[in-house]
């Protein structure tokens, strides 16, 4: 039980620093994409490795593509999420992205040949509603960003389904050094091409911080997996939705309109809705295993 708690808690740090992130990264507007993806992994180096270190895992990992293939979709899942918190409401942004575990489920069951039960269909269902309350469809300006949002969290969706593949001959902490030492080398030449800006004394700081927060919320969430499971946790991971909106506001005095907030409450539904069907694919398992020593042992 105290681990259990200890889980919640630490998720719920975690998923503040990555609001803390999200609200820095539109804070430092027209700043190119590129510089801000830069700051945000150069630290994230740093902690991945010592991470790497402690828990005597690989640096340079077992199965090198797959880790290269996390690492690009990943990081095509971070740059446009950064695009769209810079060109839309943050709140509205971190709803969007939001919905990666729900693409999860579906390339999960596509790729990985993982079962989608009723349940599941539903919260599907459910958050693609919420999304198209968040979009509301149309041809106006705020239609490419939300689009974006959206493909951000495609991108994150392929790069945690890969992850899922990838715990069977790598640690966590090898694949977050990975990405964090892909991402930052990748936008070296992007940065060297004109794609930087020599940022004043304030913007630094953010840029610094912005390392920070995303070094912080990671190991929250590194910490969060040692102490529960992954499906007993997912559902805490939406109270960024909540810390993104009260940051907006107080921030960036960014007023949800009804329909966000009706497309919010829908997708956060969605996620408990697949927090229970996890829940009880995860009791049923137990019991069949439970089940399977007793017949074993009244065989011998």
Do not use: C, W
């Amino acid at each position: 039980m105290e681990n259990r708690k200890k889980g919640i808690t630490y998720i719920l740090l975690s998923s503040l620093f990555f609001a803390l992130m999200a609200a820095t990264v539109k804070y430092l507007g027209d700043m190119p994409t590129t510089e801000k993806i830069f700051f945000r992994n150069l630290v994230g180096i740093f902690v991945a490795f010592g991470l790497v270190k402690k828990s005597g895992s690989s640096l340079t990992g077992n199965n090198k593509k797959l880790l290269i293939l996390r690492s690009i979709f990943g990081l095509l899942g971070i740059a446009a999420y950064f695009y769209a918190l810079a060109n839309m409401k943050l709140s509205d942004a971190v709803i969007l992205n939001k919905m990666s575990p729900f693409f999860v489920v579906v390339f999960a069951a596509v790729f990985l040949n993982e079962k989608i039960n009723k349940k599941q269909i539903t919260a599907l269902i459910t958050a693609v509603m919420g999304a198209v309350l968040v979009i509301r469809p149309g041809f106006d300006s705020n239609l490419i960003p939300s689009l974006i949002a959206l493909m951000s969290s495609v991108f994150a969706g392929i790069a945690y389904t890969v992850v899922r593949q990838l715990r069977k001959t790598d640690s966590a902490a090898t694949v977050v050094f990975y990405f964090s030492f892909f991402s930052t080398l990748a936008m070296i030449p992007f940065m060297v091409s004109g794609s930087f800006v020599i940022p004043s004394p304030v913007q630094a700081v953010a840029l610094l911080a912005l390392g920070l927060f995303a070094a912080a919320a990671q190991l929250f969430m590194t910490n969060a997996y040692r102490h529960a499971e992954a499906g007993e946790l997912s559902i805490y991971t939406y109270a960024n939705i909540i810390f993104s909106s009260i940051f907006g506001l107080f921030l960036f005095q960014e007023v949800p309109d009804l329909f966000s907030v009706l497309g919010g409450i829908l997708i956060i539904s969605a996620g408990y809705l697949n927090y229970r069907a996890k829940e009880k694919e995860q009791a049923e398992k137990a019991a069949n295993l439970k089940l399977k020593k007793e017949k074993n042992k009244n065989i011998i």
